[in-house]
């Protein structure tokens, strides 16, 4: 196992969030080759009001932050810990914090994360739950 596991999840957590942002401002249009990469053939979701998201949703969902075009779309990143690690996965958890049209919300998420040498930093998003959070 390598032995910066989780130092590239969390680079993947807050690249991928970067991307997140610079689409959803209308500045980056949605690659999709990358997070193809970036989320396994097996990816789910559970949003924070509980629905569950196939990868094929969630790549649809992304790509519709491109269409967005909310120039004070933001999205901050916190808390960023391992939770549990083993052989070629380590599990991490944050808080994500986002302002989108004006409204204030926050989440904290727990990512399970696999070794993968094509994902972007050979780390590949498995499994996402998230749970809301107060707004601070």
């Given at each position: 196992m390598s032995a910066d596991l989780f130092e590239r999840a969390r680079a993947e957590v807050i690249d991928r969030h970067a991307d997140f942002v610079a689409m959803g401002r209308g500045t980056a249009a949605f690659d999709r080759a990358l997070f193809e990469r970036a989320f396994d053939e097996g990816f789910g979701l559970v949003s924070p009001d509980g629905s569950v998201m196939a990868r094929a949703e969630i790549l649809a969902h992304v790509e519709g932050l491109a269409?967005?075009?909310?120039?004070?779309?933001?999205?901050g990143i916190s808390d960023v810990v391992e939770v549990w690690r083993d052989e070629g996965a380590v599990l991490v958890s944050y808080v994500e914090s986002q302002m989108r049209g004006g409204r204030a919300s926050?989440?904290?998420?727990?990512?399970?994360?696999?070794e993968d040498d094509a994902a972007p930093h050979r780390v590949a998003w498995r499994h996402l739950h998230e749970t809301w959070m107060p707004v601070a």
């Open positions: 269409r967005l075009g909310d120039p004070a779309f933001e999205i926050r989440r904290r998420s727990t990512a399970l994360f696999v």
